[in-house]
């Protein structure tokens, strides 16, 4: 079964603008992590946040993670063509084998 | 490349047929996980392994799928009987796990099974 959800499900943004997108979860959790999927292909991981951390940065992406609310987002700036894809959220827990637990996603598209 | 390399990348067959797909992970990774992932929807969790050992199996995983990662390095994941409600992209992933839990999973471009 999936963690939790993501909002919104679809996005549509000009290129240059930012792209936002929520991702909330049920259960205690040690880390949570992003994901990017081009259609058809594998998950390209992006960042992980721990548990215990409330923001991080990677080039163009922000993620913050408030573990009162059981909730995260990925905040992509500067958004460009080829980050079209679709988003995902994964939890994970050490008790459970790091096992992921995924949201539905959201579907990304940046219009040039 | 050293990433996740998984074969096939798609197959088509018929309904009642067995199909077997192989993950070979990143070099040294000891865990190995399967996922499940229908069209629209998130990857959900089938099974993993420690180093040979498989650790946990999801309640998805009927008595029709099985597992195997023989030496500790590439995987193989087994569908007896095929149904249709098996289509689906099969995805591997793998992580690191020495004593440091905090690892990203590396995913493989999966294998896509369509079932007629």
């Known amino acids: 079964s999936q963690q939790g959800e993501e909002d919104p499900q679809a996005l549509s943004i000009q290129e240059g603008e930012n792209a936002t997108m929520n991702c909330s979860y049920k259960t205690s959790i040690n880390n949570l992590q992003w994901y990017r999927q081009n259609s058809g292909r594998g998950l390209v991981h992006l960042i992980l946040?721990?548990?215990?951390?409330r923001e991080k940065h990677s080039g163009r992406l922000r993620v913050t993670l408030d573990t009162s609310k059981k909730s995260s987002s990925l905040l992509i700036t500067a958004s460009r063509a080829a980050d079209t894809a679709s988003y995902f959220c994964a939890t994970d827990a050490w008790a459970a084998g790091n096992k992921l637990t995924f949201g539905g996603g959201t579907r990304v598209l940046v219009k040039p | 490349d050293t990433g996740v390399s998984q074969d096939p990348r798609h197959k088509i067959t018929k309904r009642g047929q067995n199909v077997t797909f192989r993950c070979d992970p990143i070099s040294e990774h000891n865990r190995l996980y399967w996922y499940r992932q229908t069209l629209g929807q998130g990857p959900e969790f089938l099974t993993y392994f420690q180093n040979e050992a498989q650790l946990e199996k999801s309640r998805l995983l009927s008595d029709r799928f099985s597992a195997e990662r023989p030496k500790g390095s590439f995987s193989t994941l087994e569908i007896q009987r095929t149904e249709q409600g098996d289509s689906a992209m099969y995805l591997c992933a793998s992580s690191a796990f020495a004593g440091a839990p905090n690892q990203p999973q590396h995913f493989g471009d999966g294998t896509r099974l369509s079932i007629l």
């Open positions: 946040i721990r548990s215990n951390e």
